[in-house]
T-cell receptor, first 116, second 113 residues
């Protein structure tokens, strides 16, 4: 177990709705990254938060947004859901940016989102 | 265009043999290359990291090589066991992009007793 917890584990939404996914980082980690993993594919980087500020974004539209809280927990929000948003959403936390160990990502088990 | 590719087909091997997984990339200059293991219904778990100036890294039965000229990494599991059955993901990390990993599609390994 990595100590990164995500909720909910499964979620079913309909097209056009909005969803919020939550992540609790491993203790001592102040950087959190979110990934989208389609079936049979590797994870794709969505964005990263460091000390409550967005610190890099992948090739995802603005309807994907996030927050990081003072306790380093995080949320991923997706507006105007589309069918292609159906995927496993993974949260990963890591140590401080200036540490060599920052490279190692500790993943949660993910939230399986189905958009109908 | 930029690509990162792993063995496209699942790898089936006999217990006790060495499994070798391949990760090739084009048009990237990674600072690090990482390997993760992912079991069904779980998030990826970190296994090994190798830097661009390192040729080889070992950890117990695992070995990773990194050839920046060939733009290729090989991941070996020696004396494989059925418990090693999982999907293995390689991931690139570019310079000053800590935590922003670029993953391959993964290779599914099945070790038969």
């Amino acid at each position: 177990e990595t100590g990164v917890t995500q909720s909910p584990t499964h979620l079913i939404k309909t097209r056009g709705q909005q969803v919020t996914l939550r992540c609790s980082s491993q203790s001592g980690h102040n950087t959190v990254s979110w990934y989208q993993q389609a079936l049979g594919q590797g994870p794709q980087f969505i964005f990263q938060y460091y000390r409550e500020e967005e610190n890099g974004r992948g090739n995802f539209p603005p309807r994907f947004s996030g927050l990081q809280f003072p306790n380093y927990s995080s949320e991923l929000n997706v507006n105007a859901l589309e069918l292609d948003d159906s995927a496993l959403y993974l949260c990963a936390s890591s140590l401080a940016r200036d540490s060599v160990a920052k490279n190692i990502q500790y993943f949660g088990a993910g939230t399986r989102l189905s958009v109908l | 265009s930029q690509k990162i590719e792993q063995n496209s087909e699942a790898l089936n091997i006999q217990e006790g043999k060495t499994a070798t997984l391949t990760c090739n990339y084009t048009n990237y200059s990674p600072a690090y290359l990482q390997w993760y293991r992912q079991d069904p219904g779980r998030g990826p778990v970190f296994l090994l990291l190798i830097r661009e100036n390192e040729k080889e890294k070992r950890k117990e039965r695992l070995k990773v090589t990194f050839d920046t000229t060939l733009k290729q990494s090989l991941f070996h599991i020696t004396a494989s066991q059925p418990a090693d059955s999982a999907t293995y993901l390689c991931a690139l990390e570019l310079y000053n992009q800590g935590g922003k990993l670029i993953f391959g599609q993964g290779t599914e390994l099945s070790v038969k007793p």
